[in-house]
């Protein structure tokens, strides 16, 4: 079961970030459709000034019936979208969204209209062979791309190809975007370079995933018989074989065939192609339609723009197909893609527009964010004054959201939960750790937290809370391939680490603590994790990292120690500027008004006979204002099932401040 919904959830959620499928080259002899095509705009542009005095609608150039397809590999359907797309001919809302917004053009401060354009690209090479001037012309280009749902920005794709020394052609893709469950706020990208022969048949692949705070690595290597991929996965190595009869093209095939030779009237390309994300082979069909009119961004905004159309259909089997359609100009430039069964498009840019339309998340500094509700935690005089005591927590739990979409709340208002609370009581605790105090209550749909800076005297708390405390076990001071203290790396670290005979075993770990903090300065979006020998060697990390290799040394010097996951307070200074009005796209540049909590770990150990909290980034112990969610020794762990563990609970979970007291 762990494998299937495993399964479900890398094909939901990584699926649809695919940029476009791919396909081999097969070019055909030419045509004389294209002498048509100036005549078949002029014949278009009349038949448009016909129907529109009689009050007809312009029909639709796409199919919509391959819209309302249902994708098996979907987890559901979007009925929503049916109902929009038979009522207009233009593929997105976005167009109306500009219009009222008055923005005649997207600049930058510095820019003019006439040097707003900055799109590559090189004239198609009909009769040239692969490796002549004008294919090299046509395997040189760079491109954007922005994804849009119902108008609002969900994150894009930075594209660049070119031909080396060696005359291989190497595509280098960047994506990036924001996905949300339920008031959580999450980074995910990916990186892949794609290495081709000259003919443009794949060859090799690299490829880095980022799930939140957290990246994995995988290498693909293509022959002539086989496709191996070898997976990092942080802990162990996966390898995995499929065996193949023909060449292959990348996830950007499309785009260098179309470049190389633009698809002609009528005309059908069919091949095979590598999907590196899922891991698999796929058979493709693309198919050209007949000139339509969407409506696409220019450097002068939302204008209907007359284009070739395309559809394509990807195969993984009969009962796993994706349609999609395709727009693009005359010398091959894609300049919107579209997925059936999606409310999603993805609109062709300059780089100003990207860089302007994007900068929620090219600019996004943490690997999660999330709104927590209620009472104000800091001020200016209480940030200053560093006078926080103690934090009360409600929390208030739900079943699972729906997978990766965008939250359709207004701003400032809170997620109700949206569903009936789960029956599982073990799925709705949260994880203990010192000064954290849990108040039992019969209801565990909703529960109270107290984190307090000092620990709170047993009389104080009497039955009525349950607190970390116990004994530590065996796997506290493991060696694991991630906590490898007897490496010698993390040993001579150890070693000049508090090694005075006076101190005692907790000033010892408050010393580590410090040190760790003075090796390594904070970075929040580094690997997630790395062997604590590899993390003594560098100059940043995150702060998982950071906590592993403070594990490392106290383990070293036999002290129990474990990993903290949860979130901590981040002061608003560190929030991106309110949404620009003037933007044609709706945007999330900052989270509703409230607390923002950002993802965070830290380490507890046991020194005389009490738990205590190190926070490695900060130098210091915890404050109120962390909040763990789960706590792991570290043993016998995956680093990407339990990142998505802590992910579906913190989604789960509505958060709201109810007490605040502060004090000397």
């Not at 609002?152 to 031909?163: C, E, F, N, V």
């Not at 101190?503 to 580094?526: C, I, K, P």
């Not at 980034?617 to 998505?644: F, H, N, R, S």
Request: proline share 7%; with cysteine.
């Amino acid at each position: 079961m762990m494998d299937r919904t495993a399964s479900r959830r890398a094909l939901s959620r990584f699926i649809r970030t695919l940029p476009c499928p791919g396909f081999s080259s097969i070019l055909p002899s030419d045509s004389n459709a294209a002498k048509n095509r100036v005549a078949k705009v002029l014949t278009l542009a009349c038949l448009t000034a016909a129907l529109l005095p009689s009050g007809c609608d312009l029909p639709d150039r796409y199919d919509i019936q391959t819209f309302e397809k249902p994708a098996p590999w979907h987890a559901e359907t979007t009925p929503s979208f049916a109902s929009q797309a038979r009522n207009t001919a233009r593929p997105s809302s976005a167009a109306d969204a500009m219009r009222q917004s008055g923005m005649p053009e997207i600049l930058t401060p510095n820019q003019t209209p006439s040097n707003t354009t900055e799109t590559v690209s090189g004239k198609p090479g009909s009769h040239a062979s692969a490796g002549t001037t004008e294919n090299r012309l046509a395997d040189e280009w760079e491109s954007w791309q922005i994804h849009s749902l119902r108008s609002t920005i969900l994150g894009g794709i930075h594209a660049k190809s070119t031909r080396t020394a060696d005359n291989e052609i190497k595509v280098e893709l960047e994506e990036q975007g924001l996905t949300y469950r339920g008031m959580l706020q999450i980074l995910e990208s990916n990186q892949q370079t794609f290495w081709h022969d000259a003919n443009g048949d794949l060859k090799k692949v690299d490829c880095t995933f980022r799930r939140g705070p957290i990246e994995s690595h995988r290498t693909i290597e293509i022959t002539a018989n086989e496709v191996q991929f070898v997976d990092n996965r942080l802990v162990a190595t996966k390898k995995k074989t499929l065996p193949i009869h023909s060449p292959l093209g990348g996830p950007l095939h499309v785009y260098q065939t179309l470049r190389r030779k633009p698809l002609q009237e009528g005309e059908i390309r069919e091949a095979n192609v590598l999907l590196p994300i899922l891991g698999e082979v796929a058979t493709l069909r693309l198919q050209h339609n007949s000139l339509a009119s969407p409506s696409v961004l220019t450097p002068q905004g939302f204008q209907e723009v007359v284009l070739q159309e395309a559809s394509c259909l990807l195969s993984l089997g009969p009962q796993r197909q994706r349609e999609s359609v395709y727009w693009f100009d005359d010398q091959g430039q894609v300049q919107l893609y579209h997925v059936a069964n999606e409310q999603r498009f993805s609109y062709g840019c300059n780089a100003s527009q990207y860089k302007l339309l994007g900068q929620e998340f090219l600019n996004q500094d943490y690997p999660i964010a999330l709104q927590v509700q209620g009472k104000p935690l800091e001020t200016e005089a209480s940030l200053l004054a560093g006078d926080l005591q103690q934090v009360g927590y409600e929390i208030i739990w739900a079943t699972p959201p729906a997978p990766e979409s965008v939250a359709s709340d207004p701003p400032g208002e809170a997620n109700e939960p949206e569903s009936e609370p789960s029956a599982d009581n073990q799925d709705n605790q949260i994880a203990l750790a010192p000064r954290q105090y849990l108040r039992r209550s019969g209801d565990q749909a909703q529960q109270k937290l107290i984190v307090s800076r000092t620990p709170v005297p047993p009389s104080k708390l009497r039955d009525r809370f349950d607190q970390f405390g116990g004994e530590s076990t065996p796997a506290d001071l493991a060696a694991t391939s991630l906590v490898d203290y007897r490496s010698a790396t993390v040993r001579r670290i150890a070693n000049a680490t508090a090694n005075s005979p006076d101190f005692t075993l907790a000033e010892r770990a408050m010393e580590m603590n410090r040190t760790v903090h003075s090796l390594l300065s904070f970075q929040a979006l580094s690997q997630g994790m790395r062997a604590a020998s590899q993390i003594a060697d560098s100059s940043t990390a995150d702060s998982t990292e950071q906590s592993i290799l403070l594990m490392a040394l106290l383990r070293s010097a036999g002290i129990p120690s474990r990993m903290a996951l949860g979130i901590r307070y981040q002061s608003a200074d560190h929030v991106a500027p309110t949404r620009d009005v003037a933007l044609p796209f709706q945007t999330r540049a900052r989270l509703p008004e409230g607390n923002r909590f950002v993802y965070h770990a830290w380490v507890v150990a046991k020194v005389d006979d009490q738990w205590i909290s190190l926070d490695p980034v900060a130098g210091t112990e915890t404050q109120p204002d962390c909040l763990a969610i789960e706590t792991t020794d570290m043993k016998d762990i995956d680093p990407i099932e339990l990142i998505e563990e802590f992910i579906d609970k913190l989604s789960r979970m509505q958060i709201s401040i109810y007490a605040v007291i502060r004090g000397a």
